[in-house]
């Protein structure tokens, strides 16, 4: 779908037109739902603060001036609904939850592939919660540096410092040596 | 495995497609807000309302005016509350004598 649909669109949205939302919604869930489910860990909670981001950008969709994409406007509500989820559901409790998470998510793949995903959770966990944001935009190619600057509220030099030093952590965490061109 | 679409993939995966029980529940919660804000406001404007209607003797009070001189005031404001409760009821009422011609209205404006 090209710039002036997605326009045309939002337009109709702003009118309350539930509809066109709807296919708004088809067009960035898929990114929308990636961020989240790699920020977050948890596939249902990311789909909860997926819908609540959507519902979100309904309410603000007259504040959306165009400058950036409507994707880059719904990701940075949807990281600040994860802050707020964040600081109040507590660490421990999501760490308590991921072996359970893990089992309920992937049932079907092997035993090797699990381990290696409990390991890089763990090592989101511990990360600063802006690093893991701009490890979770970047790392499967769906935003541009730039576009998770905009979406974290960083400057684009500290993104990519980020992103550099996620990698290597989440590398480590999988017993990977770091990469000669990083 | 150092690859960083693979690291992404194991962190967590993209839906392939759009799924439309997605798109459902994101519509439903858009809507329930929608409902709960609406309700918010008229809440409010009620609040509003009765606070100001509850106001008139207060100040009255307060300005020295007594019954009598408040009376055309009121009869006046009576008068509007009934033409306006009159109005609703012959619109939305269970008769609802005007709904017909506020249907064809509604569709030639």
Not at chain 2, 40 to 49: D, G
């Amino acid at each position: 779908m090209n710039a002036g649909e997605e326009a045309r669109l939002i337009g109709l949205a702003r009118r309350g037109d539930y509809a066109a939302f709807g296919r708004l919604v088809d067009m960035h869930q898929s990114a929308v739902r990636a961020f989240l489910r790699r920020v977050t860990g948890n596939y249902a909670d990311a789909d909860d603060l997926a819908q609540e981001a959507f519902a979100r950008t309904w309410d603000v969709l007259n504040r959306f001036d165009g400058t950036s994409s409507l994707r880059t406007f719904i990701c940075g509500v949807a990281f600040q609904y994860w802050r707020r989820a964040r600081r109040a559901q507590g660490r421990r409790e999501a760490r308590e939850t991921a072996y359970a998470d893990l089992s309920e998510t992937q049932t079907e793949e092997s035993p090797e592939r699990a381990g290696q995903r409990l390991a890089l959770r763990k090592a989101m966990e511990e990360l600063p919660e802006d690093q893991r944001g701009a490890l979770a935009l970047c790392l499967g190619q769906e935003f541009t540096h730039a576009e998770a600057a905009e979406i974290l509220g960083l400057p684009l030099g500290t993104v990519k410092s980020h992103v550099t030093r996620g990698r290597a952590r989440l590398q480590a965490a999988l017993g990977i040596a770091e990469n000669s061109d990083e | 495995m150092s690859d960083d679409l693979e690291l992404a993939a194991l962190l967590g995966e993209a839906p392939k497609t759009p799924d439309p029980g997605f798109r459902f529940d994101v519509l439903a919660l858009t809507a329930e807000r929608a409902r709960r804000r609406d309700a918010r406001q008229r809440a409010f404007r009620t609040t509003v309302l009765f606070a100001l209607v509850g106001l008139i003797f207060p100040l009255a009070h307060a300005f020295r005016l007594g019954l009598a001189q408040l009376q055309p005031l009121l009869l006046v404001a009576g008068v509007l509350c009934l033409a306006y409760v009159l109005a609703l009821w012959t619109l939305e009422g269970p008769r609802a004598v005007l709904a017909r011609s506020r249907a064809v209205l509604r569709g030639r404006l």
